[in-house]
């Protein structure tokens, strides 16, 4: 993988919800900034992880894919950065299945289960 700009250990979990990261990929091997949320870069991580490729590796090709549908729509820009949005909600709902979601918690009325939006159950109250 390319180099990251430098993230502290002790930064904020990727779950959580905070501003952008950049980190710098190469793109045909010419540098370029992509800003992206912190569990975006960590699910793309995880997903050059499983298909044994490195993020400029998978970015490029992204861009190579991304410039072909532009050439067909006539022009219709879309950013990397949104481009980079969409490919990883799809890889992770072509992956999601029924047993899956049941062991998230998934489909009992609340939608925010195992998501960055959980909130922590309530503390009973106590008699003082």
């Known amino acids: 993988m390319s180099g990251q700009d430098s993230q502290a250990s002790n930064a904020p979990s990727p779950l959580s919800v905070i501003p952008l990261v950049a980190r710098t990929v190469k793109l045909f091997g010419r540098p370029t ?4 949320e912190p569990s975006y ?3 793309l991580d995880d997903i050059c992880h499983r298909e044994d490729l490195t993020v400029d590796e998978l970015c490029s090709d992204l ?3 991304l ?3 532009s050439r067909r729509a006539r022009g219709v820009a879309v ?3 949104n481009a980079v949005r969409v490919f990883i909600v799809g890889y992770y709902r072509k992956a999601a299945t ?3 979601h049941d062991r998230a918690g998934h489909g009992r009325g ?3 289960v195992s998501t960055p939006f959980d909130l922590p159950p309530a503390q009973p109250a106590k008699e003082g």
């Open 110 to 112: 609340d939608p925010f």
């Open 41 to 43: 870069w960590e699910a």
């Open 79 to 81: 950013s990397l950065a």
């Open 67 to 69: 410039d072909s549908q």
């Open 33 to 36: 900034q992509l800003r992206l």
């Open 63 to 65: 861009k190579d894919r």
């Open 98 to 100: 029924e047993k899956g």
